[in-house]
Structure formats: C-alpha cells, structure tokens
C-alpha cells in the first residue's frame, strides 16, 4: 500500500463533502452580508440563525446560548477573559496543568496580571484531582472562576465536569464554570441544558467542519466581557461580519456526527483496540493514554498515545511521514519543537519518556488496512530507528 494515511484528527480534521455541499452557496451567490436588511443580507442572517438552532439543538441548549467565534482559541479567550475582567482581582481562577495553551496562556496571562490562579494537578491518567478542588472551597476563599476541559488532547481522558460542576455551585452559586470541549463536542453527547457548566468552547475544525469557525456556549443570563469591539455582531459579544458559510459547515458538521453517534463510537474504540492489540507486540511498548473495554469509561475513543523505549518521538514521526503516515508527537501545538508536552509530564513522565511518545488520533472511517499498513509501519519503524 503506498498511500497517505492521515492519524491526527485530534489536530484537525478533513472537511466532509456534506460539509462543503451546504456551504457552496454562501460562498456563491448568497455572499451578502448578514448586516444588511436587503434580501440577500437577511437571507445570510437567516442562514446563521437557522445553523444557530441547529448546534443549539445538538447541544441541548438554547440558541441565544451560542456565540459564533473563529474557533475553539478565540472561544477560551472569551470565556476566561471576559470573566476576569468583570469578576476582578478579588477572588480566585483555577484550572487544571494539562489544558491546551488556549486556555493555560490565558492563565498566565491573567498571573502576570497579577490576578490570583491555581493550577490543579492531575493524576497519572489525567485525571483533575478533584479533591485538591474541595480543599479550595474549604479554605474559604471566593472563587470567581474555574476552567477545565472536556477531554484531553492528547490523552483523551474525560474530566467528571457534572461532579466539579456540582461542587463548585453547592459552594457559590456565583463560581463561574468553563469548560474547553473542544475535543469532545461533536464526539459525546452533552446536554448543556440545566447543567452546572456557564460557558463551553467548541470548534469546528475538530469535526469535520473548516479551520477558522467555533462556538462558545453561554448560559442564558450570565454576564460576559466582550474582547472584539465593532459593529455589536453577535448580540454585542463578538463583533465582526460572521463567517456565514463555515458557521452553515460547521452546523451540518455537527449535525452529521450526531447521527448515529453511538455507533460510530463504538467502532473507533473497536479500531482502538485494534492498534493497541497490534502495537503491544513491538518490545519496549508503553500506552500514556487509557483504554476501556467498556463504553463509559471517561475517555474520548479515538486518540491514542504511546511511547516505545530508546525512541525519538521525532525521528519516529519524520519517518512515517515518508511513508504518508500522519501522527504528532504531543499536541500539534508540540510536534515541531523538542519541548516534551507539558501534559505527559503532568502525569508523571519524564522529559525522555515524554519525548519518545506518539500520539494517534483517528475517527470510525478508519479501515482494517490502514490499521494493518499504520501498525506495520511503527513496528518496522520502530526496530529500523533502535538499530541506527
Ligand atoms: N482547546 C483544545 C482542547 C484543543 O485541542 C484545541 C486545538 O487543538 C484548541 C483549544 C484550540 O482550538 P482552535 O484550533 O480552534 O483554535
């Protein structure tokens, strides 16, 4: 087989035909500016406001609860900004050490600012340790915001988001709850509708939609700083003429990846199984990220991160790249730079550990050859590299 094999869907993902096809128009004639009150402006706006239904409809939310963005980092800005500078230096902001630069940047950003965080530490999965969480709440000290993602990057783990939701309300009503889901919406079913989460991130390219579009949920009522000033675009929380034909993609996106979600599902954890089963043979084989041989484990299935002792994640990765084999070392944010990922060495591994590690993502279209030429691949990879 002498073909391209694309393994990185958790940095991006190709846009699906469907996708394009409901997009074409508004790229074509239905150009108009969804500001403007002639025929073709409204018929734009009513573009937007029929996709806005449609993502409030998958997410079990209403749709004055969507904010259209340019994607999952503009959505994190919004979020986590737009409450610190209305909630101020007089309280706490926490997250977690293994969130995706998106939000961890902020963070520091809002350190140097001098605002008060704290960075909660996760376990050996990748797992919050939630109990460092209660140990805030029993110090007493007012909490103005707490951020923490949906599912990893590149381990795949799933937070327990409703239980921190619960704690962090039972505490202050006021908390305000962010959640990155940036690698599960349009992967897990999430039904934002009375739930303890204020604002989510979500971003289109992540399924199956173009790069350049995303979401924020925000709950109904809650109080958001704006960070792009104009002409009041999106109910004056981010202004801009909106990106009409990838916000329709990106609603029909969503819309196919939750038809028959279950399914598709279980059989990317089947494939999951497949390359693990595989790439257990290869000596020397570690898995940083969990597998389930259950459905609900808290895990997004599908991604996939391993590390094989005595091996450049890097050199590994150039080599299959000459075979048209596509995985990132880390997230994609690392895998041109020899940093380790600051998630694997949240976990525990060590520099070298975390800089012999691969990361695997792929969706349910994947077939029985391409796991057979992808496992092939590593192993003769793997045993070619350890000789040099
Ligand atoms: N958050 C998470 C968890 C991500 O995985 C990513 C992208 O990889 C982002 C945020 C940033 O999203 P975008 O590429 O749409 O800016």
């Known amino acids: 087989m002498d073909k391209e094999l694309y393994c990185d869907y958790s940095a991006t993902t190709p846009v699906l035909p469907e996708v394009l096809v409901e997009m074409m128009p508004y790229l074509m004639n239905g150009y108009g500016n969804p500001s403007s009150v002639y025929t073709k402006g409204r018929e734009a706006k009513e573009a937007i406001e029929n996709a806005r239904k449609s993502i409030a409809n998958n997410m079990s939310c209403k749709p004055e609860e969507i904010i259209f963005t340019s994607g999952g980092t503009e959505s994190?800005?919004?979020?986590?900004?737009?409450?610190?500078?209305?909630?101020?230096?007089?309280?706490?902001?926490?997250?977690?050490?293994?969130?995706?630069?998106?939000?961890?940047?902020?963070?520091?950003?809002?350190?140097?600012?001098?605002?008060?965080v704290i960075y909660l530490d996760v376990d050996s999965t990748g797992l919050v340790f939630i109990e460092q969480l209660i140990d805030v709440t029993r110090s007493q000290k007012k909490i103005n915001l707490v951020s923490i993602m949906y599912a990893n990057n590149e381990l795949g783990i799933i937070q327990p988001i409703e239980e921190i939701g619960h704690i962090l309300k039972a505490y202050d009503e006021e908390t305000i709850f962010h959640c990155d889901a940036v690698q599960a919406v349009g992967k897990k079913m999430l039904h934002?509708?009375?739930?303890?989460?204020?604002?989510?991130?979500?971003?289109?390219h992540k399924f199956g939609a173009p790069k350049g579009i995303g979401f924020l949920y925000k709950k109904k009522g809650l109080e958001l700083n704006c960070q792009n000033i104009g002409g009041g675009q999106e109910n004056n929380l981010r202004s801009g003429t909106e990106n009409v034909a990838s916000i329709v993609g990106m609603a029909k996106a969503l819309e196919i990846h939750m038809d028959n979600l279950i399914n598709k599902q279980n059989q990317t954890h089947s494939i999951e199984g497949f390359i693990r089963t595989y790439l257990k043979n290869i000596n020397g084989t570690h898995f940083n990220s969990l597998f389930s041989d259950k459905q609900n484990i808290a895990k997004i299935h599908g991604i996939l991160n391993v590390r094989f002792d005595n091996i450049s994640a890097q050199s590994l990765l150039l080599y299959l790249d000459n075979k048209g084999i596509y995985v990132s070392a880390g997230s994609a944010c690392h895998s041109d730079s020899d940093t380790p990922s600051h998630v694997l060495k949240a976990i525990g591994l060590t520099d070298e550990e975390a800089l012999s590690s691969i990361r695997i993502s792929f969706d349910n279209s994947m077939t029985a050859?391409?796991?057979?030429?992808l496992v092939e691949n590593i192993k003769e990879s793997v045993e070619y590299l350890r000789k040099m």
């Open 76 to 116: 994190d800005n919004l979020a986590i900004k737009g409450i610190a500078q209305l909630k101020g230096k007089n309280g706490l902001y926490i997250t977690s050490k293994i969130e995706h630069p998106a939000v961890l940047n902020v963070f520091k950003e809002l350190e140097e600012q001098g605002y008060e």
């Open 192 to 204: 934002l509708n009375g739930c303890d989460v204020d604002l989510l991130s979500a971003s289109g």
């Open 369 to 373: 050859n391409e796991v057979y030429y």
